[in-house]
């Protein structure tokens, strides 16, 4: 019994401290993932570029 309200209360304790980021700084975290998706994509395909060169292949 003892148990059963020991994890009620934790789980009031932490829905308590779920509070929602204001849209601003969601929006921001979301262009910054996009980014760096974008980022990360456009040095992998530098690398393949770079590894066709050395590999004797032309993009033309």
Avoid at 21 to 49: D, E, Q, T, Y
């Amino acid at each position: 019994m003892a148990i059963a309200q020991s994890q009620e209360k934790i789980m009031s304790i932490s829905e308590a401290k779920t509070v929602a980021n204001p849209l601003w700084k969601r929006l921001l975290w979301l262009v910054a993932i996009w980014g760096g998706s974008v980022l990360a994509l456009g040095c992998v395909s530098m690398l393949f570029r770079l590894l066709m060169t050395a590999a004797g292949l032309k993009s033309h």
